[in-house]
């Protein structure tokens, strides 16, 4: 049996590296696969030098994707024919939203371009959890945990939120928008559902 492949978005600062950690800890997930992206492969560390300096638009893209491509070949695609479930925190959707804002003086529809040269090699997920917070709230968050990167400036957020919510209404038999504004026992809840229905699918 083919396994599956649920993936966790959302901006800076939306709660979903918690969300993560209680999936990790959580028995029904003991033989799941954990990852995440950018990766802890070389290409990922290249990735986050990229986002620390003044590094073109265009190259972080390419390394974005470099690092997605060599995450696909050495672990996703491996332990999905295994029959395994795969969470990611973070994917190709964040591409899509984040480089779609970085991109936009470049190009005309970054987003679609970007989704375009995915299309024919990525493996599109089963189920995305998009974590939704308003970015003057979620920049808040990242403010508590000290010096911000370019990626969390609240303008960027914006635009980045808004082609995630883009996404979600292209695809819906995909993405379950997450409400995050609430007690984190509901979100919990409703993340566990959504990810057991999928499976039980
Ligand atoms: P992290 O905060 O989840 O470690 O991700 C690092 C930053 O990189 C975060 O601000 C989101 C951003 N990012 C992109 O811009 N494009 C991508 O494709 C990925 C995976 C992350």
């Known amino acids: ?14 709660g979903k590296s918690t969300i993560t950690s209680f999936l990790n800890s959580h ?12 990766t802890t492969s070389w290409i990922g560390d290249a990735v986050y030098k990229a986002i620390q300096s003044d590094t073109d638009e265009l190259a972080e893209l390419m390394l974005f994707t470099a690092d997605h491509a060599d995450h696909i070949a050495t672990l996703i695609r491996p332990a999905i024919e295994e029959g395994k479930i795969v969470i990611s925190d973070r994917y190709s959707d964040s591409r899509y939203a984040y480089q779609g804002v970085t991109l936009k003086e470049r190009m005309e529809e970054p ?16 189920l995305t959890l998009l974590f ?19 990626f969390e400036k609240i303008d ?7 082609n995630y919510l883009k996404l979600a209404e292209k695809e819906p038999e995909r993405f379950i928008v997450i409400d995050t504004d609430r007690e984190l ?10 990810i057991t229905s999928i499976i039980e699918s």
Not at 156 to 162: A, D, I
């Open 27 to 38: 028995p029904s997930f003991a033989n799941a696969v954990f990852t995440r992206e950018p």
């Open 132 to 150: 939704d917070i308003d970015p003057s709230v979620a920049v808040q968050r990242c403010g508590k945990r000290g010096e911000q990167t370019k």
């Open 111 to 126: 987003m679609e371009w970007i989704q375009m040269i995915h299309r024919g090699w990525t493996i599109v997920p089963d």
């Open 156 to 162: 960027l957020l914006k635009g980045v939120r808004e």
């Open 1 to 14: 049996m083919k396994g599956k492949l649920i993936t966790l978005e959302g901006i800076d600062g939306s």
């Open 185 to 194: 026992k509901e979100i919990e809840k409703d993340v566990l559902q959504a």
